[in-house]
């Protein structure tokens, strides 16, 4: 860019902030929650900071015969009434709007594909760039993938990009998961398929490599001689809502684990890349995940545990039984809620234990990775009434970003009375960052061709490899799942499962100092 700026309404690009390039991005699913909930505003962040250029034009595929007039005032409809208010009056969304089009048509009907394709020749003369990403159910990634190949979607020419974004869950176990990742290969390179995880997009999970590899007080004591154990939490308040069916045929464990949970852990774990390139970054987590020691599944009943909701209160609202759910089986046996205990086998990390914790209909929502240090020896304060507690770093990634550090310190005064402290740094307070969605950041990515927080396929295979001897052990009866009240931080079994190790999970409802 040199010295140029870009300007959008009143905003205006920093010259050192590449905008994307000029692409038509295809949203099929044009109707669903996740374009209106995130898709949408996302990408009037992006308009709105000034990084998506006047050629770039949003085109809704979706099976609802409407008109472009009808498809731009249901969105504005819609986005109007999300928490955050988007601003449909100003400037902003008047530009985005502008540039939405709409193509009605069944993703399994070829002649869909044919008006995608008018629709690009069309553009051509502005660009003949495209993101074709699939807000839709798991079911159409693989057809919809398809059908872009046979109809020459996909084909790149010289100077142009075609890619393809799919949204979890990524196959439903290990044969699905290779199944999936061979029909998208047969039509598309590795390099053109975007494999998105939201988790990725958050500002702290970014800085975790900064945070480890740009400060030198942190990486030296990044390792099983100074650590004693690893919490990883992603709990949600939400309960299944209107995805009855789809959840309980897939349940907390497939939903979350391979994919977010252990992309957390990676980012904790990963080795220092010989660069920030896309596939050295990828190459180390994928690493990680390999090295995840597989359970035999004896093994997953003792370092597994699975939970169910029943009624409760979520913040001051009744919530009924899981199995009470639209669309639940009665006497479903799926879980919402799962807590593993992992070890990943490498010489940084061998013998310590990383705590994954995940579930819906919980006290609070939080998304965190806690990593409690060993205890200092404590022989010149064995005096004290109580023992010394462990330092604790906590990577907060969700809903307030940032880091904070636990220590101890000397209380003021002739004894020597220790208490304990804590240092808390938040993105909001010191960068004044605005909220974002974490999408921004991946659209952004993906329109440049910046594969580095999406996963490939050999990591996604990794992850359900890891996780396949929990899910024979389900499905062959050998456990039971605990059921714990709405509001709650979850099943008792989980708080025994550490407890038997000497630990105990980090409180959901607690406050930051």
């Given at each position: 860019?040199?010295?140029?700026?870009v300007?959008l309404?009143?905003?205006?690009?920093?010259?050192?902030?590449?905008?994307?390039p000029?692409?038509t991005?295809?949203?099929?699913?044009?109707?669903?929650?996740?374009?209106?909930?995130?898709?949408?505003?996302?990408?009037?962040?992006?308009a709105?900071?000034g990084?998506l250029?006047?050629?770039?034009?949003?085109?809704?595929?979706?099976?609802?015969?409407?008109?472009e007039?009808?498809?731009?005032?249901?969105l504005?409809?819609?986005?109007?009434n999300?928490?955050?208010?988007?601003?449909t009056?100003?400037?902003?969304?008047?530009?985005?709007?502008?540039?939405?089009?709409?193509?009605?048509?069944?993703?399994?009907?070829?002649?869909?594909?044919?008006?995608?394709?008018?629709?690009?020749?069309?553009?051509?003369q502005q660009?003949?760039?495209?993101v074709?990403?699939?807000?839709?159910?798991p079911?159409?990634?693989?057809?919809?993938?398809?059908?872009?190949?046979?109809?020459?979607?996909?084909?790149?020419?010289?100077?142009?990009?075609?890619?393809?974004?799919?949204e979890?869950?990524?196959?439903?176990?290990?044969?699905?998961?290779?199944?999936?990742?061979?029909?998208?290969?047969?039509v598309?390179?590795?390099?053109?398929?975007?494999?998105?995880?939201?988790?990725?997009?958050?500002?702290t999970?970014?800085?975790?490599?900064?945070?480890r590899?740009?400060?030198?007080?942190?990486?030296p004591?990044?390792?099983?001689?100074?650590?004693?154990?690893?919490?990883?939490?992603?709990?949600?308040t939400?309960?299944?809502?209107?995805?009855?069916?789809?959840?309980d045929a897939?349940?907390?464990l497939?939903?979350?684990?391979?994919?977010?949970?252990?992309?957390?852990?990676?980012?904790?774990?990963?080795?220092?890349?010989?660069s920030?390139?896309?596939?050295?970054?990828?190459t180390?987590?994928t690493?990680v995940?390999?090295?995840?020691r597989?359970?035999?599944?004896n093994?997953?009943?003792?370092?597994?545990?699975?939970?169910?909701?029943?009624?409760?209160?979520?913040?001051?609202?009744?919530?009924?039984d899981?199995?009470?759910?639209?669309?639940?089986d009665?006497e479903?046996?799926?879980e919402?809620?799962?807590?593993?205990?992992?070890?990943?086998?490498?010489w940084?990390?061998n013998?310590?234990?990383?705590?994954?914790?995940?579930?819906?209909a919980?006290?609070v929502?939080r998304?965190?990775?806690?990593?409690?240090?060993k205890?200092?020896?404590?022989?010149?304060?064995?005096?004290?009434?109580t023992a010394?507690?462990?330092?604790?770093?906590?990577?907060?990634?969700?809903?307030?970003?940032?880091?904070?550090?636990?220590f101890?310190?000397?209380?003021?005064?002739?004894?020597?009375?220790l208490?304990?402290v804590?240092?808390?740094?938040k993105?909001?307070?010191?960068?004044?960052?605005?909220?974002?969605?974490?999408y921004?950041?991946?659209?952004?990515?993906?329109?440049?061709?910046?594969?580095?927080?999406?996963?490939?396929?050999?990591?996604?295979?990794?992850?359900w490899e890891?996780?396949?001897?929990?899910?024979?052990?389900?499905?062959?009866?050998?456990?039971?799942?605990?059921?714990?009240?709405?509001?709650?931080?979850?099943?008792?079994?989980?708080?025994?499962?550490?407890?038997?190790?000497g630990?105990?999970?980090l409180?959901?409802?607690?406050?930051?100092?």
């Amino acid at each position: 860019m040199g010295s140029e700026t870009v300007v959008l309404g009143q905003k205006v690009l920093a010259p050192d902030t590449a905008p994307a390039p000029a692409s038509t991005f295809f949203i099929f699913g044009a109707s669903g929650d996740l374009t209106k909930r995130l898709l949408l505003p996302s990408l009037y962040n992006l308009a709105n900071e000034g990084v998506l250029v006047d050629d770039f034009a949003i085109v809704g595929v979706d099976r609802v015969e409407q008109s472009e007039e009808d498809y731009r005032a249901y969105l504005t409809d819609e986005v109007a009434n999300l928490p955050g208010h988007l601003d449909t009056e100003g400037e902003t969304w008047k530009w985005l709007i502008s540039r939405i089009g709409y193509v009605a048509g069944d993703f399994e009907d070829p002649a869909t594909y044919g008006r995608i394709r008018e629709r690009l020749e069309r553009r051509r003369q502005q660009t003949g760039n495209a993101v074709f990403y699939l807000a839709v159910a798991p079911r159409f990634f693989a057809t919809i993938s398809e059908q872009l190949g046979a109809a020459g979607l996909l084909k790149e020419e010289p100077e142009t990009f075609r890619h393809v974004v799919v949204e979890k869950p990524f196959g439903t176990d290990l044969p699905s998961a290779r199944a999936l990742n061979r029909r998208l290969l047969a039509v598309a390179d590795e390099r053109q398929i975007y494999r998105i995880d939201h988790f990725l997009g958050k500002e702290t999970v970014q800085n975790m490599m900064a945070l480890r590899f740009g400060n030198g007080i942190f990486e030296p004591i990044w390792s099983k001689e100074y650590i004693d154990h690893v919490q990883i939490t992603a709990a949600e308040t939400v309960t299944v809502e209107q995805r009855g069916r789809f959840y309980d045929a897939t349940g907390a464990l497939r939903d979350m684990v391979p994919n977010h949970m252990f992309q957390l852990l990676a980012m904790t774990a990963m080795e220092p890349p010989n660069s920030f390139d896309a596939d050295a970054v990828r190459t180390e987590k994928t690493k990680v995940i390999e090295a995840i020691r597989h359970m035999r599944p004896n093994d997953a009943i003792g370092a597994a545990v699975r939970g169910q909701y029943r009624a409760g209160f979520v913040n001051g609202q009744a919530v009924r039984d899981y199995r009470a759910e639209k669309d639940v089986d009665p006497e479903s046996r799926t879980e919402t809620y799962v807590a593993l205990k992992c070890f990943v086998d490498s010489w940084r990390w061998n013998g310590v234990p990383f705590y994954v914790r995940t579930g819906k209909a919980l006290a609070v929502r939080r998304t965190e990775i806690a990593i409690q240090f060993k205890r200092a020896p404590g022989v010149l304060f064995r005096h004290l009434p109580t023992a010394l507690k462990p330092n604790l770093m906590v990577i907060h990634v969700q809903p307030d970003e940032g880091v904070s550090l636990r220590f101890a310190a000397k209380v003021p005064g002739r004894k020597v009375k220790l208490s304990e402290v804590e240092m808390d740094f938040k993105y909001a307070d010191y960068f004044k960052a605005a909220p974002s969605t974490g999408y921004e950041t991946l659209i952004y990515d993906c329109l440049c061709g910046d594969p580095t927080l999406f996963q490939r396929a050999d990591t996604i295979e990794a992850g359900w490899e890891a996780v396949e001897p929990i899910i024979e052990a389900v499905s062959g009866g050998e456990d039971e799942v605990q059921f714990y009240s709405a509001g709650s931080n979850g099943p008792a079994m989980a708080d025994v499962m550490l407890a038997q190790d000497g630990f105990q999970w980090l409180p959901l409802e607690r406050e930051r100092r």
